[in-house]
């Protein structure tokens, strides 16, 4: 029999772990306890003054000078009850907490409890199993709790022996079950000692054998594994696994598998060869869910009756559990002791702790709060591969999932953005007898590059159990890279064929994307790869390799970032002056070491280019553009407002004089030029050259313009 925490509502016992603590707003109840013999009163502050029907003494501290006189022997009277109790004097007692005087309910509180054991006082139980109180005292027989408590406070208040009440914020502790007051009850449950079986397993987080994603749990988990308390495992439910122990007709137990051994077991037990099953009784009770659970690593691979098969020996341990870190106490680290204990061996090497799931206004999603949308709701509203989206750009590993559904929107939009590219690109034909040009090569050499540097990103966000990171490397290397540059690269014209060697590339490149974004997006993927190519009867992208990047050039993709610059330079012209997007437009450079000549090819097609033409001298009547130190011009001449034109550059003259100014005021600073990192002063020197490149050259262009 041992203090347990009970939970009226299902009438049950529950651990510690199933006991939530929440900040709740009562009184605190100052009871007047007559000392026996005579009129004087000693005052008890209580939070709950329904106890009082269970009190069986009155507690001070020896060293609190206000009881300094009262007699060794002396006696009170609970209030209402008129039981006569001892005064016993313990340094328990915090002298500074209310009056001093603690009343001791020893069936109803654990620190009571053990005031009990000490002192040898009687245990009277007051409530039913559903929180209603008993006939043992004869009072208040069948109420409810927290009626007890408001009926109570009248019935005190009336005889005099209510001194006065204050408001009082304490923590409760709550069924996590049930959600009602736990009430502390003596019972007799089945307990499993849990100090040596959390050894091995603390040892084995804090050595990294096993590894918490994110590290920071790695405390939470100490504290709890190294303060462990032993485990109330039974339960008083209908539903549940039976213990199996078998009560004999004298006294005692056995405890057996089957029914079977239970009989033998108590046979040799009691030395009475003619007991028969119906003279034993199986307990009742059934286990902790969580028991059940903390197996299921070794359970589910048939590993407790089948210890040494086949499955077992493969699988355990496995590598990664993905949870919630609510359940780090519940599952995790049971899972991790019952590991040990039962196997010799870790169940797992890596534990990848997800968020808590939050509404945007940051409240965590309950049936309680109505906040938390039916998952089919919104997969008929948006598709399952948009929700999933949604949940995954809104999460990193431990941090809390900050939900909205209009993530979910943004999730069918990508899902069509995928199918809408294929259908592009399924629409095309090619022409085995067309060689491929240079921009559609250069195209082509560029996304193999673009998709590598993804793929290496990729494996390394995965690598670090940053799944929302893999995900955003992949969504911008769909949408921005393939989807927004090169499918726009080597986009034919209007009913013309594309090339065989550049189709086929692109259908490789679409295959290989759908095996990236497959664990993300695993529905549009496998849709799209299975029509891609044809495919075995049960052939599936779930078993698909992922790609292998290419040996990385970095060369290459600085050397194309120049040219993007330079076209997207190009459009802001057309935006700026109002050029129509079909007119083609000339573009001169004067080439330096920063020019991507090779990438004329694709300036010219995705700029819509006549010519990119190699010069020697400026052209000051033409718009003008400077990426990195090279020059480029868009002649202008009949296509532009020259009074229009002079406002707008003369703003941008005295924006780039401001910039410059800011950076010269840091160069001219010998403290930040002589303490700062050299990178970051050279990154100034390099904003420098940039501005006053740019500066000479819109002077130019004012004064050709003027």
Same mark, same amino acid.
């Given at each position: 029999v041992r203090m347990v925490n009970w939970d009226p509502a299902a009438k049950t016992a529950l651990s510690d772990e199933e006991v939530v603590f929440k900040e709740s707003h009562g009184k605190l109840y100052y009871l007047r306890y007559k000392i026996e013999g005579t009129d004087k009163t000693i005052i008890v502050a209580t939070t709950r003054p329904e106890t009082i029907l269970g009190d069986t003494a009155l507690c001070v501290n020896p060293n609190d000078p206000r009881y300094a006189s009262l007699p060794a022997d002396a006696r009170v009277i609970v209030p209402l009850v008129n039981r006569s109790i001892p005064v016993i004097r313990d340094e328990y007692v915090d002298?500074?907490?209310?009056?001093?005087?603690?009343?001791?309910?020893?069936?109803?509180?654990?620190?009571?409890?053990?005031l009990g054991e000490k002192y040898g006082l009687e245990t009277i139980d007051i409530f039913n199993d559903d929180g209603t109180i008993n006939d043992k005292v004869g009072m208040y027989v069948g109420m409810d709790r927290f009626d007890v408590r408001k009926q109570i406070e009248k019935d005190l208040a009336a005889a005099d022996l209510l001194e006065k009440t204050e408001e009082y914020t304490n923590n409760v502790g709550y069924s996590e079950r049930t959600g009602v007051a736990i009430e502390p009850k003596l019972s007799m449950q089945w307990f499993l000692s849990m100090e040596e079986l959390a050894r091995p397993a603390t040892k084995a987080v804090m050595e990294d054998a096993i590894r918490f994603v994110p590290e920071k749990y790695k405390n939470t988990y100490r504290h709890w594994m190294e303060n462990i308390k032993d485990w109330c495992i039974s339960r008083q439910l209908w539903w549940g696994q039976r213990i199996p122990a078998y009560y004999l007709p004298k006294g005692g137990y056995v405890v057996a598998p089957t029914a079977e051994e239970a009989l033998a077991k108590a046979r040799a037990k009691t030395g009475d060869d003619s007991l028969q099953p119906s003279d034993l009784r199986q307990d009742e009770d059934v286990l902790d869910t969580w028991f059940s659970s903390w197996l299921w690593p070794i359970s589910v691979f048939d590993g407790i009756r089948n210890p040494d098969n086949q499955e077992i020996s493969y699988y355990y341990p496995t590598n990664d559990l993905v949870t919630g870190p609510d359940i780090i106490f519940f599952w995790v680290a049971r899972m991790i002791m019952a590991g040990y204990e039962y196997r010799g061996e870790k169940p797992f090497s890596n534990v990848y702790f997800t968020g808590i799931v939050r509404d945007k206004i940051g409240r965590k999603m309950s049936k309680q709060l109505g906040n938390s949308p039916d998952p089919l709701d919104l997969i008929a509203k948006y598709g399952a591969d948009g929700m999933r989206m949604a949940m995954l750009i809104s999460s990193s590993a431990g941090n809390d999932v900050m939900f909205d559904e209009a993530l979910c929107e943004q999730g069918r939009n990508f899902g069509n953005k995928i199918w809408n590219a294929y259908r592009l690109v399924n629409g095309w034909s090619a022409d085995d007898k067309a060689a491929q040009d240079d921009n559609d090569r250069l195209a082509?050499?560029?996304?193999?590059?673009?998709?590598?540097?993804?793929?290496?990103?990729?494996?390394?966000?995965?690598?670090?159990?940053?799944?929302?990171?893999?995900?955003?490397?992949?969504?911008?290397?769909?949408?921005?890279?393939?989807?927004?540059?090169?499918?726009?690269?080597v986009k034919p014209a209007y009913g013309q064929p594309v090339d065989a060697e550049t189709f086929a590339a692109t259908c490789g490149f679409f295959d290989e994307l759908m095996r990236v974004l497959h664990p993300f997006m =695993?529905?549009?993927?496998?849709?799209?790869?299975?029509?891609?190519?044809?495919?075995?009867?049960?052939?599936?992208?779930?078993?698909? =390799?992922? =790609?292998?990047?290419?040996?990385?050039?970095?060369?290459?993709?600085?050397?194309?970032?120049?040219?993007?610059?330079?076209?997207?330079?190009?459009?802001?012209?057309?935006?700026?002056?109002?050029?129509?997007?079909?007119?083609?437009?000339?573009?001169?450079?004067?080439?330096?070491?920063?020019?991507?000549?090779?990438?004329?090819?694709?300036?010219?097609?995705?700029?819509?280019?006549t010519a990119v033409e190699t010069v020697t001298e400026k052209d000051p009547a033409a718009a003008a553009f400077i990426v990195k130190t090279t020059q480029y011009f868009v =002649?202008?001449?009949?296509?532009?407002?020259?009074?229009?034109?002079?406002?707008?550059?003369?703003?941008?003259?005295?924006?780039?004089?401001?910039?410059?100014?800011?950076?010269?005021?840091?160069?001219?600073?010998?403290?930040?030029?002589?303490?700062?990192?050299?990178?970051?002063?050279?990154?100034?020197?390099?904003?420098?050259?940039?501005?006053?490149?740019?500066?000479?050259a819109i002077r130019e262009q004012l004064a050709a313009l003027k």
């Open positions: 002298i500074e907490f209310g009056t001093g005087a603690l009343k001791v309910t020893p069936a109803h509180d654990v620190n009571d409890y053990m082509v050499e560029w996304f193999r590059q673009t998709l590598g540097r993804a793929l290496r990103q990729i494996d390394e966000d995965f690598r670090s159990y940053r799944i929302s990171e893999a995900f955003m490397t992949a969504y911008k290397l769909f949408w921005d890279d393939f989807s927004g540059l090169y499918l726009e690269m =695993p529905f549009v993927t496998e849709e799209i790869w299975q029509d891609l190519a044809p495919r075995k009867e049960g052939e599936s992208i779930c078993t698909a =390799p992922m =790609p292998q990047p290419v040996e990385a050039d970095e060369r290459l993709l600085a050397r194309f970032e120049l040219a993007k610059e330079a076209i997207s330079s190009v459009r802001n012209i057309r935006n700026q002056k109002n050029l129509p997007q079909k007119e083609a437009l000339t573009l001169k450079v004067i080439a330096d070491e920063n020019y991507p000549a090779e990438y004329a090819p694709v300036m010219r097609k995705m700029a819509n280019l =002649p202008m001449a009949g296509k532009i407002d020259v009074e229009a034109e002079i406002g707008k550059l003369t703003e941008s003259l005295a924006y780039y004089e401001g910039f410059l100014a800011s950076v010269m005021k840091k160069l001219s600073n010998e403290r930040f030029v002589q303490s700062a990192p050299e990178k970051v002063v050279m990154n100034e020197r390099a904003k420098q050259a940039d501005a006053e490149a740019k500066i000479a």
